[in-house]
């Protein structure tokens, strides 16, 4: 019995016992006074940092030792003598297992040995005087009263009956009673029945998941829930209890798909994410799962979360639930997708063997092995031997739309300190990633993989530092990876659009020859709000111009990937903010394109971060906001057959008014063209896709110079 019971205990000895043999009812403020002590007890260990299990273990020790007091007296009062009850009062759910959190719903079944329709009075009272002090006192009860055989049909009937039976437990009353249910339960409900529950808590899981995003990093994530949540847990422990017949995590390590490691990091994310959902009640005085954006800031500093330079309080606290969400999603997911494929190794048959397999025959490919969709290895030391082999293995199961084995997916994970500085300047590995991002259409599954089993973040620390970072932004609805992501699946899929709205795109797309450069600057286009930079973009240029010596990028690659790294945003602001009929906007634009490769890579890379934003980020109106201003750049270059780059000697921009001796209105401007062959006409004809005419017609004289900026010619009108 642990100390923090024997307080209790004592406690409900002095305060409890006075109420001798009068019904619970009629002394209801006795039981409040004790239930609010003890509460401020509980409220006090979570101040002092205990762990989320553990304060939910001590709040159903409470509510344990309350039940069994009232249960006692309203025993004692009706049958007036103390003697064993006919009744069994058990604990299911979220009390079942031990796992209360403080606003939580109770959920008790009183089970009973009588025959017929209807219950006895004597029984009917002892279980409406638990029920009301139970609703007097502020607790939703969730309550049935039944039979074992009358238990036993409804757990057949409903999934979610039988999942709250499965972690039943007695807290008072007819133990013998209790212990044959129990038995009835395990023969009746589990035994024949594994297959059909695992398919449908499958099915349950994959509809929550889809209701509730589809993704661990949304900005207000739903702890109970959501991807990566509680439930997704507790889902893992129910279908194992159903062949293994027990719900802790133990029994499934030395599966070949749960690791002592995995084992671990599963538990402490569970108890983190109990621990945040407590406070969160607490905040809110009532059961609630969402942690809003306004509560955040909130409940990390409840959870004494320092605030550090660079970092707010909230951010770290959502970068750490996001960290713990995705250490249960991982593994959860692994053993859904297991599930599925019906896949069983010789570790898993004894767990799983009642489910299909199919035996397709191997095909071994350079140290791997195919079968059944999935990718393994041939020797258990392959990527000891030469870690090149970690990224061959992404390559192929890019190549072949494959899945890592459980083993693969362990090993791999087990496997990241293999992944070094000389590793990162190699050259075998770095031409194998950029094959990896330069296959079209195909480069945000394999990098999803990568980032799932840490090794993105590994090979690409300026990447890495993104995991889980919060954006406490309005229009970012994801963690900058998950942004980041999200955004090179948004250019997958241009490659097989048929939306009429974005061909366009997909046809700037199909003409890009190499989409090495532009897939690499979408995953580092972030990476400066890592340092917390103010703009970003600057920053996300420096770790992208370091990305590039060390891929060891061409000059022209390397030009490319700074400047669409740098003025990521650049089109998308000069659309939404700048006057585009303005000569002005359309020059500096000109300016910092420099040619139709460039701006086409741009319109890319612009869409694919509008539509990662959030789906309500990209809309038909920036749409014809940004089209416009490309289009006079790409009518420029179709007329002249170059680029013509606009310097402003003056430093006052293009067409501003200088005042003059020998003229009243003039202008300075050097027009730079790849040839030196421009005449005035043609310089005329260039002006007018910048510029409006009538605007230079009212200007006496343009000082102008051609191919240099040191010759300069006057040009009068």
Request: glycine share 6%; with cysteine; charged share 25%.
């Amino acid at each position: 019995m642990s100390r923090h019971l024997e307080k209790i205990l004592a406690h409900a000895e002095r305060e409890l016992a006075s109420t001798g043999a009068q019904r619970p009812t009629d002394v209801l403020p006795v039981y409040r006074k004790f239930l609010k002590i003890e509460e401020h007890r509980l409220r006090l260990r979570q101040r002092a940092g205990d762990g989320g299990r553990e304060v939910c273990a001590r709040r159903v020790d409470l509510i344990d030792v309350l039940l069994r007091h009232v249960f006692a007296a309203a025993n004692h009062v009706v049958n007036n003598r103390n003697g064993t009850s006919p009744i069994a009062l058990v604990a299911l759910g979220g009390y079942g297992r031990r796992e209360l959190n403080p606003y939580s719903d109770v959920d008790v079944m009183f089970l009973h040995r009588e025959q017929g329709r209807n219950v006895s009075r004597a029984t009917s009272q002892i279980i409406e005087q638990v029920l009301y002090l139970l609703w007097d006192i502020g607790f939703k009860v969730g309550h049935s009263t039944r039979t074992i055989k009358e238990a036993i049909a409804a757990a057949n009937g409903d999934m979610v009956t039988k999942t709250a039976m499965l972690e039943s437990r007695l807290v008072t009353g007819d133990q013998e009673l209790e212990q044959k249910f129990r038995e009835q339960f395990r023969a009746k409900c589990v035994a024949g029945y594994e297959r059909e529950y695992i398919e449908m808590r499958m099915r349950d899981q994959q509809a929550r998941h889809a209701k509730f995003g589809n993704s661990v990093y949304l900005q207000e994530p739903n702890l109970k829930s959501g991807c990566g949540s509680l439930r997704d847990y507790q889902n893992l422990l129910w279908m194992t209890f159903f062949k293994e017949g027990s719900l802790t995590t133990t029994h499934l390590v030395g599966k070949d798909w749960l690791s002592e490691p995995d084992r671990r990091r599963i538990e402490a994310a569970y108890d983190f994410l109990l621990r945040v959902r407590t406070e969160l009640h607490y905040l809110h005085h009532r059961a609630t799962d969402v942690l809003h954006l306004n509560m955040q800031e909130t409940v990390a500093q409840r959870l004494h979360y320092p605030q550090e330079r660079g970092l707010l309080r909230s951010e770290a606290l959502m970068k750490d639930i996001y960290a713990h969400s995705r250490n249960i999603f991982r593994v959860t997911e692994r053993i859904t997708a297991q599930f599925v494929s019906g896949y069983s190794s010789a570790k898993t048959r004894s767990l799983f063997g009642f489910l299909p397999r199919a035996k397709p025959a191997a095909e071994h490919v350079n140290g791997f092995v195919i079968q059944d969709r999935q990718l393994d290895v041939e020797r258990s030391d392959l990527f000891n031997k030469n870690p090149v082999e970690m990224m061959r293995a992404i390559e192929i199961a890019q190549e072949r739309q494959l899945e890592p084995s459980p083993e693969l997916a362990d090993m791999l994970s087990r496997k990241i300190g293999l992944i070094t500085h000389p590793l990162r300047y190699a050259k075998e590995p770095r031409e194998i990633f950029r094959r990896i991002l330069s296959r079209k259409g195909e480069v945000g599954r394999a990098l999803r993989l990568m980032h799932r089993l840490d090794f993105l973040g590994q090979y690409i620390p300026e990447f890495g530092q993104l995991t889980c970072l919060v954006q406490h932004e309005f229009f970012h609805r994801y963690t900058a990876d998950e942004h980041t992501l999200v955004c090179i699946d948004k250019l997958d899929a241009l490659a097989r659009t048929e939306n009429s709205k974005l061909i366009q795109y997909r046809k700037l797309f199909e003409e890009l020859p190499d989409p090495f450069v532009l897939y690499l600057a979408l995953l580092l286009h972030d990476t400066g709000k890592a340092v917390g930079a103010r703009p970003h973009s600057e920053a996300s240029a420096v770790f992208a111009q370091r990305v590039a010596r060390r891929l060891q990028l061409d000059a022209r690659e390397r030009k490319m990937l700074i400047l669409l790294v740098d003025h990521h945003v650049t089109l998308s602001n000069i659309a939404q903010r700048r006057n585009i009929d303005d000569p002005v906007t359309v020059g500096e634009f000109a300016a910092i394109v420099k040619d139709q490769k460039n701006l086409d890579a741009l319109m890319l890379l612009t869409l694919a971060d509008g539509q990662g934003t959030s789906d309500q980020a990209w809309s038909d109106w920036k749409e014809t906001l940004v089209w416009p201003i490309a289009i006079r750049f790409m009518n420029a270059r179709k007329r002249h057959g170059r680029h013509v780059r606009l310097w402003f000697r003056s430093g006052l921009g293009p067409i501003m008014p200088t005042k003059s001796r020998r003229t009243s209105t003039s202008c300075r401007i050097i027009i730079f063209a790849h040839s030196k062959s421009l005449t005035l006409s043609r310089t005329w004809n260039c002006f007018g896709d910048f510029m409006t005419r009538p605007v230079l017609e009212k200007r006496r004289s343009l000082r102008c110079s051609v191919g240099s900026r040191s010759q300069s010619k006057v040009i009068r009108f």
